[in-house]
């Protein structure tokens, strides 16, 4: 089992089926992770085809370990892009700061879990 970081910042997990010297890369039973603060979800895409161009790092997964940290929690697809919808509606209201701090507060499975990321913005004074 691999684990493929796009340039995007997409990642990627599956059994490598076929690659070649450009790092094109065919990997099967592949899903996309999504990590929004404490929340992840496991995107399901099948056989899925890498162009070599876009693929930043690949490392083989170790089987034996967890994969992920305990505080993580997995929620449903539905609501990872929901949360992610309202991370980046979020983001793209403080942009005109320089800074800030985004609470995000909301119920999964009975549980009240709240996220907070700070953001700095650098701006680049030419």
């Known amino acids: 089992k691999l684990l ?3 340039r995007d910042g997409r990642k990627l997990m599956g ?5 070649d010297q450009f790092a094109n890369a ?3 039973g592949a899903c996309e992770r999504v990590i929004v603060g404490d929340l992840y979800c496991d995107i399901p ?3 899925y085809v890498i162009r070599g161009e876009n693929v930043v790092l690949i490392g083989e997964l170790d ?3 967890d ?3 305990p505080h993580l929690t997995h929620v449903s697809v539905a609501e990872i892009k929901r949360v992610s ?3 980046f509606s979020l983001l793209f209201l403080s942009l005109h ?3 800030c701090l985004l609470t995000m507060r909301y119920e999964i499975m009975g549980r009240s879990i709240t996220i907070q990321f700070f953001l700095l913005h650098i701006i680049n004074i030419f």
């Not at 059994?15 to 690659?19: E, P, Q, W």
């Open 26 to 28: 065919v990997l099967e």
């Open 4 to 6: 493929v970081l796009l």
């Open 85 to 87: 919808a309202l991370f």
């Open 45 to 47: 895409l099948g056989l």
């Open 97 to 99: 700061k320089r800074c």
């Open 15 to 19: 059994t490598l089926c076929s690659f």
């Open 67 to 69: 994969e992920l940290p």
């Open 63 to 65: 089987l034996e370990r």
